[in-house]
């Protein structure tokens, strides 16, 4: 199990999750090596934020702008990795404004390691003119 993993397995168990039980956790591996955590943040209401774009907002406030890999992991609260946790939609359009075509996501079913790209998981990002 690499660093990364055990990290966002780390993240995960600090995730606040009293709506759905599902706690997520995500390491976000910046190109220069930095490492910024993430876990989800519920909200009675629709304002709850994603282990993902947790790392990125954090990441991206502290000046980061280039990414190489982002290491998910999600389970029910209190139970073992048992599923492959990938990001949500809206995640992916969030994470595709960021990132470049070699920017991988990696998951973890407690069994197997799997590594995604970002067009992979979201072949036609929506993009506004710049």
Known sequence: MNQE??????AKQIAYSPYSNFEVGAILKCKNGNIYRGC???N????SICAERTAFAKALSEGEREFESI??????KGKDIDEECLPCGYCRQFISEFVDKEFKIITYDGKEIKEYKIDELLPHSFKLDK
């Open 5 to 10: 993993l055990k990290q966002a397995i780390e």
């Open 40 to 42: 989800n943040i519920e």
């Open 44 to 47: 009675n209401g629709i304002q």
């Open 71 to 76: 290491t998910v992991v999600g389970s029910e």
